[in-house]
């Protein structure tokens, strides 16, 4: 009922910042809790950040708190993810995803899904 695109995936220096967009279609968009999730080689795909659907309420993983803020503008039908501070280890292939639940970290929770974009850290 909604699709999903990421953009502003790139290579970055450690320490440097990117933000991430995900475009969202329709008029739905608001009704969804977001959230962001990521994927490296060889590992399982995990959460990173999700939002409820005003944007009051917001969680993190762990090792992101402090460095990454997700946030969203509904009249723009759209998701951010902005990454300060970055390192290698959060190399991977970033998601957005949507669910109608009221706020998840839980994967199996969202039911559409973004292609992903690649975000690459250089040391």
């Known amino acids: 009922q909604v699709q999903l695109v990421e953009s502003g995936g790139g290579l970055v220096q450690a320490g440097g910042s990117l933000r991430l967009s995900c475009a969202a279609s329709?008029?739905?968009?608001?009704?969804?809790?977001m959230g962001w999730f990521r994927q490296a080689p060889g590992k399982e795909r995990e959460f990173v950040a999700s939002i409820t659907r005003g944007g009051s309420t917001t969680n993190y993983l762990n090792s992101v708190k402090g460095r990454f803020t997700i946030s969203r503008d509904n009249a723009k039908n759209t998701l951010y993810l902005e990454m300060n501070s970055l390192k290698p280890d959060d190399t991977a292939v970033y998601y957005c995803?949507?669910?109608?639940?009221?706020?998840?970290?839980?994967?199996?929770?969202?039911?559409?899904w973004g292609q992903g974009t690649q975000v690459t850290v250089s040391a």
């Open positions: 329709g008029r739905t968009f608001s009704t969804y809790a």
């Open positions: 995803a949507a669910t109608v639940a009221i706020l998840s970290a839980e994967r199996s929770r969202y039911n559409y």
